[in-house]
């Protein structure tokens, strides 16, 4: 299944950026931005995956990282190269024309530090973000993404479109959806809306069932909010 992210925001007005709306741009990414740092010095080498018009991936490398973002959307590439220009970033950033479904096709095991996208697997039935996870755990040791949750605030004042999304809660996305995952890192932000920041760590199956084992054994009958 594939959207017109081009359409969705052209019809909403926020293709184009400017130096006042990167501002408040990277404003809102702070707490996004300030967990990739936690865990990646800023030369990490950063995938962004469904780049749109590159609002994340302009964050990030305006914060040093280096960046290579994809998308499959030929349109939105092109306002996201116009972006990167127009903030003079466009030296820091290596965009490329792809469906993040075929990033093995283009790049070995541990190509990247780490994979991130925003508001972009909500999109996808549960099947198929499990589908994405783990082609990109495969390219880099770490993922680290955000989606809006299921919230009164957003249920309020986001999403009255058409556009098909999944708004499942904190409790879902972690015990189920991310079930086959080792999410060592979490937390709820409000930005344009409410979202779930996670931290995925590539390990083998098994290695992560004996972590949960003995996290359960240590936390019977808790909920962390740490390390799940």
């Not at 344009?192 to 992560?208: G, Y």
Request: proline share 2%.
């Amino acid at each position: 299944m594939q959207i017109d992210f081009y359409e969705h925001y052209k019809k909403k007005g926020t293709l184009k950026l400017d130096k006042e709306s990167f501002r408040d741009d990277l404003a809102i990414d702070e707490p996004y931005i300030k967990l990739v740092k936690k865990y990646l010095n800023n030369s990490g080498r950063i995938l962004e995956c469904g780049c749109g018009p590159a609002r994340t991936a302009l964050s990030l490398a305006f914060n040093g990282f280096q960046v290579t973002a994809v998308d499959y959307n030929d349109k939105i590439l092109g306002v996201a190269k116009e972006n990167a220009i127009n903030l003079g970033l466009d030296d820091k950033i290596i965009f490329i024309l792809m469906d993040f479904f075929n990033i093995e096709r283009e790049f070995e095991k541990n190509s990247f530090d780490c994979i991130t996208h925003q508001g972009v697997i909500e999109h996808y039935n549960e099947e198929e973000i499990k589908r994405i996870l783990k082609l990109q755990i495969n390219i880099a040791p770490l993922i680290i993404f955000s989606v809006p949750i299921k919230t009164e605030f957003n249920a309020k004042e986001y999403f009255k479109d058409s556009m098909y999304r999944n708004l499942w809660t904190e409790k879902y996305w972690l015990e189920d959806v991310l079930k086959d995952f080792y999410v060592m890192d979490f937390k709820v932000v409000r930005q344009r809306s409410d979202n779930l920041i996670v931290v995925i760590e590539k390990f083998s199956k098994e290695v992560i069932e004996q972590i949960r084992e003995s996290e359960s054994n240590k936390n019977k009958g808790k909920f962390k909010e740490f390390i799940y």
